[in-house]
């Protein structure tokens, strides 16, 4: 619901005919969230298959879907963190250098930045379509993959680029704008950033806190894996479970972070909700104008009664 209701706000904020240069830094940054949304709902499709898989012990869907299924929640999950950190990049360059991205029109090449960000995750997901398999042992299982030597590179190359490349950038560039922020206070030009300067401090602490927190465990399960002993343990369902939820939580979290804690987003969450509530209450008011123009009992006119009948055939 939550990705939805993004995506509604979003297109509805872009419909309402706003313009001008700060108009056209939402726009670029909203951009970015509709891609965000998009990864984040992709990814959610994925998760009743893996749970499914680890509570029964077997993989009841298929060669196919096992391929299919593991590539698109590798290429969502690579796609949604690559976005964050694009956002992160762009909240950067808007906040410290914002003449320099308005003359170089940045934010209007986002859609094509947006289309980039797949072709690195696409990479990285690649790997499972065309090496992951079912393993038929007593059961059937969506988990034989690369071994040995093979698996280690792309499970390390996998946690780099898709989780601690991502992190770093998101981390440098929150505490660029912080540094930059808490400079101009401490020089004066604007006393009202200390509040500004706190809700960024708060939130970017928020949202290094909570990427770290779903998606570490994910990792350090898969390299626990390559061991091959954690897998033997009695609990070790429940912790794939868990850990597999807590991932996918990130994708239920990423709307209430970069939206519902926004100013802006709250403000055209409820310009949308006033221009829907009037279109619907002139729509109403509309209906009954028309049904009770129909419907109404005319006036009594004694004229009528004069009126002589009309001849009948024949007569």
């Given at each position: ?202 939130t970017s602490a928020l949202l290094v806190l909570v990427f770290t927190l779903c998606w570490l465990p994910s990792y350090g399960l898969m390299f626990s ?91």
């Amino acid at each position: 619901m939550g990705e939805l209701c993004v995506t509604v706000v979003v297109v509805g904020a872009r419909g309402m005919g706003q313009t001008g240069p700060r108009w056209d830094a939402s726009h670029g940054t909203d951009t970015l969230l509709l891609a965000l949304s998009a990864a984040d709902l992709l990814l959610l499709l994925c998760l009743p298959f893996h749970t499914t898989a680890i509570a029964l012990g077997s993989w009841p869907f298929g060669s196919f879907l096992c391929k299919a299924v593991s590539f698109l929640g590798v290429a969502c999950s690579s796609a949604s963190v690559f976005t964050l950190a694009a956002l992160a990049v762009t909240r950067y360059l808007t906040v410290v250098h914002p003449t320099w991205s308005y003359r170089s029109r940045m934010h209007s090449r986002l859609k094509l930045t947006v289309a980039l960000l797949w072709v690195p995750a696409t990479a990285l997901a690649a790997p499972q379509f065309a090496f992951r398999m079912v393993a038929v042992s007593s059961v059937f299982h969506c988990f034989a993959f690369l071994g040995g030597l093979s698996q280690l590179v792309y499970s390390t190359a996998l946690f780099l680029f898709a989780f601690a490349i991502p992190l770093g950038v998101i981390v440098m560039m929150y505490a660029k704008i912080y540094c930059f922020l808490r400079q101009k206070r401490l020089l004066g030009h604007a006393p009202q950033l200390e509040r500004y300067q706190s809700q960024v401090t708060h939130t970017s602490a928020l949202l290094v806190l909570v990427f770290t927190l779903c998606w570490l465990p994910s990792y350090g399960l898969m390299f626990s894996l390559l061991g091959g002993k954690i897998s033997s343990i009695p609990s070790y369902r429940s912790i794939a479970i868990f850990v597999r939820l807590l991932a996918s939580s990130a994708a239920v979290v990423n709307p209430v972070l970069y939206m519902f804690m926004s100013n802006k987003f709250r403000r055209d969450l409820m310009d949308l909700g006033r221009e829907r509530w009037e279109g619907c209450r002139r729509c109403i008011v509309g209906c009954k104008g028309v049904v009770g123009g129909r419907d109404m009992v005319q006036p009594f006119n004694p004229v009528e009664l004069d009126t002589p009948p009309l001849p009948l055939p024949g007569f």
